[in-house]
């Protein structure tokens, strides 16, 4: 199957700091990624969608200006968290989708542990 | 998109078939049927999807009832590995996002 990459897999940083992931498609051009995140034992809870050069789709309750995501190529998208605090220590996830209309499967990358301090 | 019920939680012993149910029964006529599973600490990895055909890959089966309101994944031979989250999600057609639930939490046993 396809190959999504996260980067770093785990960051620890201070409170008050940003952090940015990096999300790519390795072998094919994601027209939508989605970034999830997922406290420890729960499930994955959609933060937003975003698509290749126009502003990503956030879902309720999540703080855009807190969540800054961009997808500037077909074969990456960034999620920066910023001014982070202990609160938003959590597992970060993306998928990413090739854009089909039909019934493709989203493939998802390896994860991102944040640790803020 | 469709809601979804699974059990939390089952047991397996290794070697043994897995029979991770799943309850759609709001399931609209254009939406499929996909399981994800995820081991810890790493992202979900697709397992296989079907609307109302029975589906088998390498990996697994899916029976979907005739009335489509409730399907079942098949692990024939569940090994250790397959100890993980296993999660039956339903998604319109051309709707790209999934929305996971609580999932079935599955430990295979020695």
């Known amino acids: 199957g396809a190959v999504v990459s996260q980067h770093p897999s785990r960051v620890i940083c201070k409170s008050g700091t940003s952090v940015k992931i990096e999300c790519r498609s390795l072998d094919f051009q994601a027209t939508t990624m989605f970034w999830y995140r997922q406290f420890p034992k729960k499930s994955l809870m959609l933060m937003a969608t975003s698509n290749e050069g126009s502003k990503a789709t956030y879902e309720q309750g999540v703080e855009k200006d807190k969540f800054l995501i961009n997808h500037a190529s077909l074969t990456l998208s960034t999620l920066t968290v910023t001014s982070a605090h202990p609160e938003d220590s959590s597992f970060y996830i993306c998928?990413?989708?090739?854009?089909?209309?039909?019934?493709?499967?989203?493939?998802f990358g390896e994860g991102s542990r944040l640790t803020v301090l | 998109d469709a809601k979804t019920t699974q059990p939390p939680s089952m047991d397996c012993a290794e070697g043994r078939a897995a029979n991770l149910p799943c309850n759609h029964s709001?399931?609209?006529?254009?939406?499929?049927v996909y399981w994800y599973r995820q081991i810890h600490s790493q992202g979900p990895q697709y397992i296989i999807h079907g609307l109302k055909n029975n589906e088998t890959n390498e990996m697994a089966s899916l029976i979907i009832t005739e009335d489509r309101k409730s399907s079942t994944l098949i692990l024939p031979h569940a090994t250790l590995r397959d100890t993980a989250v296993y999660y039956c999600?339903?998604?319109?057609?051309?709707?790209?996002?999934?929305?996971f639930g609580t999932g079935t939490r599955l430990l295979v046993s020695p």
């Open positions: 709001t399931i609209s006529g254009n939406e499929y």
């Open positions: 999600i339903v998604r319109v057609v051309g709707f790209q996002k999934l929305v």
């Open positions: 998928s990413a989708s090739q854009g089909l209309e039909n019934t493709g499967e989203l493939f």
